[in-house]
Each structure stands twice: as C-alpha cells, then as structure tokens.
C-alpha cells in the first residue's frame, strides 16, 4: 500500500531569495567585517600565543625608546609597569569581546560596547598609575603626568585592538575561502556521487527486472517503466549547489513507486508535503540517501511489512523534513552501517547552509527517525514547478 498526499492548504508568504544569494559574494565580504566589532575566530589558545608574541614586541619595542630618549634610572620599572598594565587591561578586554560575541550583538551596538570597553580600560589604567605615583611609584617626567598616563595607555590600546582585529580578519578570510573551496568541492563530489549512486548496476538490474515479471498485467509494465524514466530524468539532471525541495520530492514518487512494485505487499510507505516546504531551497539529494539507508538497513530487522514515512514542513522560518523507517538502527561501528553516509551530509548541509542546518537521528526499538532542519529560503513557485 502507498499512500501520496500533498497539502493543499496555502503557505505563508515568506522573502523570495535566490540560490546565489545564499552564496552571495556580498554576503561573504561582509561577514568578514564581523571581527572589525567583536571577537570570532581567535580561540583563548590562540588569543594566548597573540598576547606573547604581541607584549613580547612591545618590550623590546618601548626598551628601545626608552633607552634611546631617556636616561632614567628606573627605565626598568616603567617598562614593567607599563607592559603589565597593558596585558591585564588586554586580557580584560578579551573577556568583554568574548561576551559581545555570545550576545550575537548588531555591529552598531558592537561598536559602541567595544569604544565603552577600551575608554574605560584607558580611565581605569590612568586612574589606578595615578594612585601609584602618589605613593612614589616611577614614571617619566611630565608637566601633567595624568594626560600622559591617559595617551599612553590610549596609544597601546589602539595599537593592540590594530593588532588583534587584523588578526581576526585574517582568521576569518581564510575560514571564508576555505569553507567557500570546501562547498565547491562537496557539491562537484554530490554530483559525481549522485551519477554513480542512481546509476548503479543492482539498482537498474532490479528494476528492470521487474519491468519483465510485470510485462504480463496490463498497464503495470508501462507505469513502472515511467516511473524508472522520470527517476532517472533527475539523477542525470544538472546539480546545482541549492534547488527547490519540490523537484526531488516528485522524483522520489517515482523512486518509492519502484520500490511499491517490487517489493508489493512487504511495504508500506507515505510521503507528506506542504506547498511552502516544495520552494524551500535545498541542496540536491537530501532526502534521496535516507530512503536509501532505510531500504538497506531497515529491511534487515523490520517486521513486514517495512513502514516508511517521508514528511516535510515549514514552521517558524524553518525547514524539517523527517524520514522514518521500521527497524532497527545499525551502530556506525559496524563493517557496513548508514553512520558514514549521514555523517558526509551532515558536513555538506553544514556547507552550503551554515550552522543553522541540523541533521539528527532518534533510534528507537522498533523504528528509526532521521531528521533535518535547514533555513526556509524559498522561490516562486513557478520556479519551484
């Protein structure tokens, strides 16, 4: 028995975008302007080995003009002043940039936390030297000590930030060209992969196999000979990164019809869809690996006849879309389990789609339940069709 139904309830209106403007190049440029108002790249380890090398500079560096310029007796001191200062001041700036990044805040706001932190290190390290020197602490000599303390400790905040978000920016450029490569390479490997899957040996012996013990009812021989053309009208379909959900859900009605006839009572499968999940954008052959799975490993230990049920919806500006099959789940340890294979889409919806894309499985005695989440980006539906 299989069972097709699409919703016919309308969708809520949501931001027509395109599929290159989810890889936009503008978008790219800009989110690496994020590092210019709060930390994302340097980890603590690596904002450790920045503050080493970076303090270690600016001794050798004011050891020099100090020794050049003046002739003190306590040059030694001031440097060390001056130096643990700055690094205590730094290290607390770090923490604030780390909390502004958490709070995931606008670059306006960013911005204006981030002149707030360093105006107030800068007073408060003015402040704290200037208690020191009444009590005889050394410092160079100056007509009006406090204006000095305040722009030197301006002058070493405003070269450490130079410093740090260069840094960061650096960081995230490379992140951003690796990820870009990366998405590339993944989507070029889809396509290969996705020729040599859909046309592989087994799967077309079968099916043809089935076109001849059919060829005997009336009817049944051309429908599932259709059936076998549409399917592999869409494998051989130019991939692109992003493509409606809608264009591979109408292949895998011709994909479970298949697998209807060939395995006639031993299955049972349903396929669910709203309007509004066929023009969400998605990359190419998402949905078609689970199916896969669930055939292979599902027939192991399902009771026929094997229950399958594929189901895709938009709720609050996202896509979920849940495969479920009877059976048991078969541990990614083993010689020959489905882990490898969820674990390759997982990293290219991470790719193409960022952090917001999700892919979870529920492994239940008797069922189990693959299921993911992505952005609704969508088009129009004459797009979509």
């Known amino acids: 028995m299989t069972m097709y139904r699409f919703d016919s309830a309308p969708a809520a209106s949501s931001p027509l975008r395109s599929p290159a403007a989810a890889v936009s190049p503008w978008r790219e ?47 030694y001191s001031i440097i060390l002043g001056r130096i643990s200062t700055g ?34 290190a800068a007073a408060a390290g003015t402040v704290f030297w200037g208690a020191l020197l009444q009590r005889g602490f050394a410092e160079l000599p100056s007509a009006s000590p406090l204006a000095s303390l305040l722009l030197a400790r301006i002058i070493a905040l405003i070269t450490w930030n130079v410093a740090f978000f260069a840094v960061e920016f650096i960081l995230a450029f490379h992140a951003a060209r690796m990820e870009a490569s990366e998405a590339k390479l993944a989507a070029q490997a889809s396509e290969l992969k996705q020729l040599q899957s859909q046309l592989n040996p087994h799967f077309l012996f079968n099916a043809l196999n089935t076109i001849i013990v059919s060829a005997g009812a009336t009817g049944t021989a051309r429908e599932v000979t259709q059936n076998l053309a ?13 493509e409606p959900l809608g264009r591979e859900l ?7 019809e298949l697998q209807r006839v060939r395995f006639q009572e031993g299955l049972e499968c349903s396929l669910v869809a709203s309007p509004a999940a066929r023009r969400v954008m998605v990359p190419p052959m998402v949905i078609q690996p689970l199916l896969e799975n669930a055939f292979k490993f599902g027939r192991r230990s399902s009771e026929a006849p094997m229950q399958l049920r594929v189901s895709a919806l938009v709720e609050d500006h ?10 048991a789940w078969v541990p990614p340890g083993s010689s020959d389990s489905p882990g490898s294979g969820l674990t390759n889409l997982r990293r290219r919806l991470h790719l193409l789609l960022g952090e917001e894309a999700s892919l979870e499985v ?13 952005p609704a980006e969508t088009v129009s539906s004459a797009q979509a069709t």
């Open 29 to 75: 440029g800009l989110s690496l302007l994020r590092p210019l108002t709060y930390s994302s790249r340097l980890t603590p380890r690596g904002f450790w080995i920045f503050q080493g090398f970076f303090w270690a500079f600016s001794i050798l560096s004011l050891t020099a003009m100090l020794r050049t310029f003046y002739t003190l007796p306590d040059v």
């Open 87 to 120: 690094f205590v001041l730094t290290c607390l700036l770090y923490r604030c940039y780390r909390w502004m990044h958490r709070r995931h805040l606008g670059w306006k706001a960013a911005l204006l936390w981030l002149c707030f932190f360093n105006m107030a």
């Open 230 to 242: 549409d399917y592999l009208r869409f494998s051989l379909h130019e991939a692109r990164l992003l």
């Open 250 to 256: 109408d292949a895998l009605e011709s994909y479970l």
């Open 318 to 327: 996202f896509l979920t879309v849940e495969v479920a099959n009877s059976g």
């Open 362 to 374: 529920q492994r239940g005695a008797e069922e189990v339940i693959v299921t993911i989440r992505l």
